[in-house]
């Protein structure tokens, strides 16, 4: 977790450390590490755009093999990506996607750092990245990060121009040259110089690679071979890395393991050239501190020392370590190196803790108990727990012998993550500019613990989790949530009022402080639309939920839209949403209970829909908003005469990257198309196909995309799919989000028709959005629009367009 540095502030002797998981559980193995990295003053920053941007071998090279302090700045939290596991996007993948890096860094032991940048989708240019991102305010918060961190060196992944692809890979070359120079003068930012300093690195480099078909390596450039294997770990740095890389599940970046040599290149960008390794010409060792010369043959001689079936001799040794480090001159190394020794400390005397609870959530400013837990397992210890936050406590610790106390705690503020407390822009988050860096909360529901260790105090920082048993997974810690008093739970935060129909939704309201039984909630009238009741009374009694119908109509027009939100206190009422996937952590946070209205014409003959699951999307709840019903087809037997009970059958996106039965399932599909069904396909990539064919026809994926998603869309007014059973026009191409599409087909058969042409600014026009021919008495349609995006957006013309697509075409 990224620890704050006050440079200008006294720096107390007893520095207390956040945690997640519990202290004292490190390897003796891992002990002689750290004890090792005691004696390296090196830092290393990797600079890039998006969560899996970063080298995972290069990290755990310097952090593991080098023993640098090693961090990596994702400007964003991959929001506009796609997801392979499930349907979240936007902010919900960015929530997952922190927390595959948190768990990408835990194997790597890279540090993670994070602007307030929003992932916004595809760019194609740095310049439509700034404007969306504001670069005085990137620039600022990158800044800020290198003035924390003081990076010795900083190391891009990506170049300034074309050569990055992505406009927010360019971009974020663009903006570590930029932050490395202004890092350093204190003309820029001067409002930060408050708390850190000026910072010059020594040097930036470009970290060259050779993937997506273009090669930047070059054999000029800087080399360096990190393919080492370390005895310590048991692992060459290509596993570790493989493992690290493979946490970004999300993005389906499963990884094998690589063994021997491997050469990593890097291109000199600023700063003072280096020629044979990217830490030439800097001091990593305690000579660059002044009068420290005592400190370095110490280190040594506690790692000449240490035994590790005994790691508790050496603690004496540590203490003694830790009090010299508290006279040194240079605040940060002061601060990093005794975070360092303490965490030794805690591991070599055996020391586990732990703060639990026995539920997950808590309401706010309301008691709840907590246990706490201790055990010191090494013996010919004097240890005891002086007191911890909640209380005193003089407790003398016998050596293995678990030690509980049961305490009331609160917390004075709901657990929303920091980046999401003010709402976002489409290009940031809105930001406190002290919490810019920092990966999750960094004040989460937590207790001190106080120790004295043969007569030294030690304080260690625990976070409050919720511990259950799970009968499958095992033990399973949790961070608790501090919920609002009161909170909605909406039956779908998308409303569509189809041909001015009125509509009815179900709001859940739930109590979580039982000392409260009434409350009265407002409904502010959204323009243009009726909302009844406008004031709802809800009087709980033994249940803590209640729930009550709205009825929603458009006032007069069809082309409305607005949005319902529900106030008490003051204060707009938020709802829960809970993330939970085995490999992260479970993530609560607390949109606001909004619901999203839409008003437009629809003719919609398509009343039932197959539906083949893909990668992950929203497309069934979707069509139930405008009233058709989608079975799922995943676990049922296909056959052409079992499809036949439906009027189409859409394929969720990337269903023939990811499913090795798409082959023989194509094959069904054709046959139901050509007995006269209907199949839609989404979007597929052009890697990893499960079918040599995706339609009846041949064609290609290409990675073609419109990522402006206003950009002009030509087509074909003649074309049925444009005029039944819903006239489009150029209205219905408006107010579409992220994009036009993405992954375009190529290379296609004329048998289909393509009646959509589309670009970005100054590119060709492409036609592969959108595919359809008639085979047999049916019809295909193979479409590359991000209907994934549109539809659960409440797009009206997207889903005009999509009924047309569904709809059955007369066979001439």
Not at 593 to 612: D, W
Not at 745 to 762: C, E, G, S, V, W
Request: aromatic share 10%; proline share 5%.
């Amino acid at each position: 977790m990224y620890k704050k540095i006050l440079f200008l502030f006294f720096f107390i002797s007893t520095l207390v450390i956040s945690a997640k998981s519990q202290h004292g559980n490190m390897p003796a193995n891992e002990i002689m590490i750290r004890l090792q990295k005691l004696n390296t003053l090196g830092s290393v920053l990797y600079f890039a755009a998006h969560p899996d941007d970063e080298n995972t071998r290069l990290i755990a090279w310097l952090a593991q093999e080098r023993k640098y302090r090693t961090g990596y700045l994702s400007l964003t939290r991959g929001d506009g990506g796609q997801n392979l596991i499930g349907t979240e996007q936007g902010i919900d993948l960015g929530l997952i996607r922190t927390q595959e890096l948190l768990a990408a860094r835990s194997i790597d032991k890279g540090e993670q750092f994070f602007s307030s940048a929003y992932d916004f989708g595809f760019s194609k240019t740095y310049t439509e990245t700034f404007d969306f991102w504001d670069k005085e305010t990137a620039l600022r918060e990158a800044v800020w990060i290198i003035r924390k961190f003081r990076p010795d060196v900083i190391i891009n992944r990506f170049p300034p121009d074309k050569r990055g692809g992505h406009g927010h890979h360019q971009a974020s070359a663009i903006l570590a040259h930029e932050a490395y120079l202004a890092a350093a003068d204190p003309k820029y930012f001067p409002e930060q110089l408050g708390t850190v300093a000026p910072w010059r690195a020594k040097r930036l480099l470009w970290n060259t690679a050779n993937f997506g078909g273009m090669n930047n390596t070059s054999e000029d450039q800087l080399k360096i071979n990190i393919g080492a294997y370390s005895p310590l770990l048991g692992e060459s740095y290509g596993e570790i890395a493989a493992r690290s890389r493979s946490q970004h599940k999300s993005q389906g970046f499963g990884a094998a393991t690589s063994r021997g040599n491997s050469t990593e290149y890097f291109e000199h960008v600023a700063g003072d050239e280096a020629k044979g390794d990217i830490m030439e010409g800097i001091t990593t060792s305690w000579d660059r501190i002044q009068g420290s010369a005592d400190i370095e043959p110490l280190i040594k001689r506690i790692i000449a020392d240490f035994i590790p079936t005994e790691p508790e001799r050496s603690i004496s040794s540590l203490f003694e370590l830790r009090d010299r480090i508290q006279h040194i001159n240079d605040n940060y190394w002061k601060a990093q190196k005794i975070k360092e020794i303490e965490d030794i400390i805690t591991a070599c005397a055996g020391i586990w803790i732990d703060v639990s609870t026995k539920a997950d959530q808590y309401p706010l400013n309301k008691d709840f108990d907590v246990l706490l837990e201790v055990i010191a397992r090494r013996p010919n210890l004097a240890v005891k727990l002086l007191k911890t936050s909640l209380g005193e406590v003089q407790e003398n610790l016998a050596t293995n012998v678990n030690w509980s106390l049961s305490r009331q705690y609160k917390f004075a503020q709901i657990t929303q993550p920091y980046w999401l407390l003010k709402g976002h822009s489409l290009g940031k988050f809105d930001v406190n500019p002290a919490d810019v860096g920092y990966p999750t909360n960094p004040n989460p529901p937590s207790v001190t613990f106080t120790f004295e260790i043969n007569g030294k105090i030690l304080s260690r920082n625990q976070e409050i989790q919720y511990r259950v048993v799970d009968p499958v997974r095992g033990e399973i810690h949790s961070p608790i949530t501090i919920i609002p008093t009161l909170t909605a739970e909406l039956s779908s935060s998308l409303l569509l009022s189809t041909n001015m129909e009125q509509k009815t939704m179900e709001v859940t309201f739930y109590r979580h402080d039982e000392s409260q039984n009434n409350f009265v909630v407002d409904i502010p009238q959204p323009e243009g639309w009726q909302v009844s009741p406008k004031r709802i009374n809800l009087e709980f009694g033994k249940e803590n939920s209640l729930v009550k119908q709205i009825a929603v109509k458009p006032d007069n027009s069809n082309s409305a839209s607005g949005s319902i939100s529900f106030q008490w206190n003051g204060e707009l009422l938020k709802s829960i949403k809970t993330i939970d996937y085995d490999h992260i952590p479970r993530i609560t946070w607390f949109p606001l209970a909004t619901v999203s209205c839409k008003s437009f014409a629809l003719t919609n003959p398509v009343k039932t829909i197959g539906y083949l699951p893909g990668a992950g999307d929203m497309i069934p709840q979707s069509l139930n908003e405008i009233g058709i019903a989608v079975t799922p087809l995943n676990n049922r037997p296909l056959s052409a005469s079992s499809l036949s009970q439906y009027d189409a059958v859409i394929v969720g996106i990337r269903y023939f990257n990811i499913n090795p039965q798409a082959s023989s399932t194509q094959k069904l599909l054709m046959d139901y198309v050509n007995q006269g069904g209907v199949v839609l396909v989404q979007y597929n990539v052009n890697t990893k196909l499960f079918a040599d064919q995706i339609g009846p026809y041949p064609f290609a994926i290409s990675r073609d995309r419109v990522t402006e998603e206003h950009a002009k869309v030509n087509y074909d007014s003649k074309d049925v799919a444009l005029t039944y059973p819903n006239k489009i026009s150029t209205l219905d191409f408006d107010a579409w989000v992220q994009e036009r599409g993405l992954y375009f087909a190529d290379k296609i058969d004329k048998r289909y028709r393509t009646p959509l042409r589309i670009n970005d600014k100054d590119e060709e026009s492409k036609n592969g959005s959108l595919l359809i021919t008639n085979y047999g008495k049916g019809k295909f349609v193979y479409t590359s629009l991000s209907f994934f995006r549109q539809l659960p957006a409440g797009v009206p013309g997207a889903y005009r367009l999509f009924v047309n697509l569904l709809a059955k075409e007369k066979v001439n």
